[in-house]
C-alpha cells in the first residue's frame, strides 16, 4: 500500500540532500581550478569520492537491511555535513600535497554520505510506492528525474555561491541546507526498511544473472558520461573564456533537462505485463542509438571547421542530444535493478547495483582529467564511445527471465 507521509519525506530529504551535492561539486571544481589545479588533479580530488561510493554501495545495501532506512539516512546526512564542513579549515596557504590529501578526505566522507543516502532513498521507494501494474516504473522514473534536476539546480547554485560569496561562505550555506533536511527524517516511520540481511560476505555479491549483467552494463554507461562531463567539459568550458557561473548555469540546465527527460518516460516507453519484456527490448534499442549518436558527435568534433562555429558551441549542442539519449538509458536501467531485485533483499540487490555505478564513474573521473590533459575534449569524447559500445554488449545479453 501506498505510504505518502514517507514517499514525501524521503524525496525531500534525499532532494535537499541531491541539492547540496550537486552544489559542493561545482564549489569545488571551479574554486580550485580558479587556484591554479591542473584538470587531473582536479580529478584527483574526487577520486576517493567515487571509490567509497564502491565501498559504500556494496555493504551499505547490508546495513541498510540491518539497521534500517531511517538510520541509513540519518548517517548519510550527517556525514555529508562533515565533509563539507571540513573542507571550511582548507587555506590556499597550505602545501599542496597536505591540500590534495585534506581535500580527498572531506569528499570521500561526502561520498560515503551520498551513496548511503542514494541506496537507502532509492530502496525505500519500492517499499513505499505499493503494487500495481507500471506503478513502480512511473515512481522510479519520477524520483530519478527529480533527482536529477534538482542536482543540476545544485550545480547552477553551488557556481552562483562561490562567485558571489566565496568559498567558505557557500560551505556554511550548504550545511544550513542539510539541517532542514535531518531534521525532517525525525519524522519518517522508524522501523521502514528492516529487512533480513544476509549471513556472509559472499551473499552480498548478487545471484541474479541479468543482475549482474546489468551492473557491469552501468559501470560502462555512466563511465561514458563523466569521461567528458566530470572535469574534461568545465574545464574546456571555462578555457574558451566562459566564466563560473556560465560554466555552471549551462551543466545545471543540462542536468535539470536530463531529469526531466527521465520523468517523462513512462509516457512514451510501452510497458509489458510482466514488467520487463519490453522495457529490455526498449534499453536494447536506446543504447545503440546512444553509441552512434556520440560517434557522430566525436566525427564532428575532429573534422568540423571551427572557424565559423566555436568548438565549444558544437560540443555544448553536443551535449544537449547526448544527455536527452543518455537519461533515457539511465531511467530504463534504474527500472531494470528494481524490477530484477526481490523485495526480501532489495537494498542489497540495489546496493550491488550502486556499487557499480560508482565504479563507472571511479572511471569516468579519472580518465576524464587524464585524457583532457592529454589530448582535449575530443580524447575525452572518445573514450566515451569505447565505454559506450562495451555498455551496449552487455545490454544485449539481458533477458526477462527474474531468476
Known sequence: MFNLKNFLIITNSYLIFTLTDGAIRMIVLLHFFHL???????????????????????????????????????????????????LSFYSPSWDLYLSVIWIMFAQGLCGVAKDVTKTSSK????????????????????????????????????????????????????????????????????????LTPSKNLKDLFSKSRNINILSIARVFLFGSRDIWFVVGLPVFLYSNGWSFWQVGSFLAL?????????????????????????????????????????????IISIIFDFKTLGLDTVIVIGLLVFGALFAINSALHSYLILAYSKATNVTEDVGFYYSANALGRLFGTILSGLLFQISGIAGCICGSVVFLIICAMFTYNLNARNE
Do not use: H
Open 36 to 86: 591554479g589545479f591542473s584538470p587531473f588533479l582536479l580529478a584527483i580530488l574526487f577520486l576517493l569520492y567515487e571509490f567509497m561510493g564502491i565501498i559504500t554501495n556494496f555493504f551499505g545495501g547490508w546495513a541498510a537491511s540491518f539497521l534500517g532506512i531511517k538510520r541509513m539516512l540519518n548517517v548519510g546526512i550527517l556525514l555529508q555535513i562533515i565533509g563539507i564542513y571540513l
Open 123 to 194: 530502496s525505500a521507494i519500492k517499499i513505499v510506492s505499493g503494487k500495481g501494474e507500471g506503478i513502480l516504473f512511473k515512481w522510479v522514473s519520477w524520483f530519478t528525474g527529480l533527482k536529477n534536476t534538482t542536482k543540476g539546480l545544485g550545480f547552477f547554485i553551488g557556481s552562483i555561491l562561490v562567485e558571489a560569496i566565496g568559498f567558505k561562505f557557500s560551505i556554511f550555506t550548504l550545511i544550513v541546507f542539510l539541517t532542514i533536511c535531518f531534521v525532517l527524517l525525525f519524522f519518517l516511520q522508524k522501523d521502514l526498511g528492516n
Open 254 to 298: 543540462w542536468t535539470i533537462g536530463y531529469g526531466i527527460v527521465q520523468s517523462s518516460i513512462p509516457a512514451f516507453i510501452k510497458r509489458s505485463k510482466d514488467g520487463l519484456s519490453l522495457e529490455i527490448l526498449s534499453s536494447k534499442g536506446w543504447i545503440i542509438l546512444l553509441v552512434f549518436t556520440q560517434l557522430i558527435i566525436l
